[in-house]
């Protein structure tokens, strides 16, 4: 008989357990956090590989700006190749690079598809500027992160394109992986 009331005793906390979880009564994820102080190659890594993981290799999300739709294309690489692409397309021609950027931050701004932590946006926004002036691929390293960052920005003749490419290096600025 014991044996019989263990077994109701299991179901019906299974139940309330089922009845929790569904009704949302249990804490949710606490939202993302920021490392403090530098960003190490295993963290990067970690991001990047959560958001394929979520959103899959390769995703597309559309956004607006100053009533403007444009569209963000991402591409994740492997764990192997530690890289990552961001790719801005159907800006206005209209726009002035304050807009581009703008847009750009929009982007940046949506925590779900981003794969990079906020130490490298400042980073991104001075490559776009020098990039535009240059008329080339503007790269550098971001500060405090293992981040290394091609910018191309240019303003074709109906629109904008800006395309980030980011890839993961060791302290000597030697890609990581493949």
């Not at 990552?84 to 807009?99: F, V």
């Not at 020098?130 to 003749?157: C, G, M």
């Amino acid at each position: 008989m014991r044996k019989n009331s263990d077994g109701r005793c299991l179901r019906l906390l299974s139940l309330v357990v089922l009845c929790i979880v569904a009704v949302g009564c249990l804490p949710a994820p606490g939202p993302e956090t920021e490392p403090t102080g530098p960003i190490t190659v295993p963290q990067a890594s970690i991001r990047i590989q959560e958001k394929r993981s979520d959103n899959g290799k390769s995703y597309r999300t559309t956004h607006q700006w100053n009533g403007k739709k444009f569209d963000a294309h991402w591409e994740l690489g492997s764990a192997l190749k530690r890289t990552s692409k961001l790719q801005l397309k159907r800006m206005p021609m209209e726009w002035e690079i304050e807009d581009v950027k703008a847009a750009a931050q929009v982007v940046l701004d949506q925590r779900g598809p981003n794969p990079w932590y906020r130490a490298i946006e400042p980073t991104i926004f001075s490559l776009m500027d020098k990039a535009l002036t240059e008329k080339s691929q503007a790269v550098d390293i971001a500060p405090q992160s293992p981040y290394k960052v091609a910018v191309k920005v240019n303003k074709h003749t109906a629109e904008w394109f800006v395309e980030v490419d980011v890839r993961i290096v060791d302290e000597s600025g030697d890609n990581v992986g493949l």
